[in-house]
């Protein structure tokens, strides 16, 4: 346990410099996307609003850009990591799903306190961290951003990606009667194999070579899961990648930025697949 929880934070915040993306893409082109939109730097463009005691960073499509239109009444919630909406990267990425014509919202799951960008500060303890922010805690904060995205948003049809903490999220999500109707999960930490027999949606997995927790037998467990239940699938394996890889990539290193500009696209062309009819 003390190792499985010291990998799943040690990674370190790296804060590389380098170009914004450019803010909408290649306009003409109504469905294609590129890695263009993907921002690895650079300030985010939302802003944060207060749902009840939930703080949500909300980013919106920009109503020229063609994929918009076609995605009308749809919304990405975004699951993160356990650095949060504190982490740049992540704002960043919710931004980049909004250049692919999602609404955007990503929900503080940590109340102000996510673990901090390097976990071996004195005095931060993962597992009274992890014990903390279990479902009973966060359970509560992701249905109370769904019932805002379609009561106050008007969206009938909610994408989740989520990222290492928050990818076991968006599975607890996609099962019956919680509201988000497909999934995406990068590098997920402490899914349960009953979490992902109970989806009733489809769901995408990007997957990290060099994870230790989510580490082969670990993705051929799932895979058994999967296919027991009758959803579509899809799991993807990044070759030199680890845990954290889609969202705290060293993008000075051009592997590392290929996957995980790749693995974004991969969960955008999954929602895409069945959210957007022609
Ligand atoms: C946030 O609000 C909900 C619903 O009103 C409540 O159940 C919960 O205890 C509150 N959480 C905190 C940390 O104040
Ligand atoms: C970390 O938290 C756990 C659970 O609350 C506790 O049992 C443990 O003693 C704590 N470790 C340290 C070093 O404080
Ligand atoms: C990031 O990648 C670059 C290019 O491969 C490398 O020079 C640099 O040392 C890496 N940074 C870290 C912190 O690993």
Redesign the pocket.
Known sequence: MRAASFSLLSTTL?LVGGAVAGSHGKSAECSAVDASIVAHSGQPVGSEVKNGNVTLYITKPDKKNPRTKARANTAVLYLTDVFGIALPENKLLADSFARAGYLTVAPDLFGGSPAPGDINVPGFNTTAFLAAHGPAATDPIIASTVAYLRDQLGVTRIAAPGYCFGGRYAFRFVASGRGVDVGYAAHPSLLESGEIAAIAGPVSIAAADGDTLFNAQARAAAEAVLLGTGQKYQVDLYSGTQHGFAVRA?V??ESQRWAKEEAFLQAVRWFDRFFVKG
């Open positions: 790296l060293n000075s290193d």
